[in-house]
């Protein structure tokens, strides 16, 4: 399985950024994806998660900013990022498994980052 994640970059407080993740290698649309971040000095936390069957779960310090969706004919997940404030700055990961679970060391396939900025 290969994850490509990108979108990442330097916006502002209050900014949006969607983060796209594009999989190959399995058939996307049975498996669960997630999406984690990584700030320096922290570990790797989830932010948010999609099943095959489009039940969705998020960090509580995101929800109602940031929206997770998937494409199953572009074998893509996104990440809709809005509202951002300074804490939500990271290196962000997608992530690919059988089942969506909150403990990072659970998730077989990962992206590769995308690095986001935000500043206030």
């Known amino acids: 399985v290969q994850l490509q994640a990108s979108g990442g970059g330097l916006v502002q407080a209050g900014g949006s950024l969607r983060l796209p993740c594009a999989a190959s290698?399995?058939?996307?649309?049975?498996?669960?994806m997630g999406w984690f971040r990584q700030a320096p000095g922290k570990e790797r936390e989830f932010v948010a998660s999609?099943?095959?069957?489009?039940?969705?779960k998020y960090l509580d310090s995101v929800k109602g900013r940031f929206t997770i969706s998937r494409d199953n004919a572009k074998n893509a997940v996104y990440l809709q990022m809005n509202s951002l404030k300074p804490e939500d700055t990271a290196v962000y990961y997608c992530?690919?498994?059988?089942?969506?679970?909150?403990?990072?060391?659970?998730?077989?396939?990962w992206g590769q980052g995308t690095l986001v900025t935000v500043s206030s």
């Open positions: 290698g399995r058939t996307f649309s049975m498996y669960a």
């Open positions: 992530a690919l498994d059988s089942f969506a679970r909150l403990d990072p060391a659970q998730w077989d396939y």
């Open positions: 999609i099943t095959s069957g489009f039940s969705k």
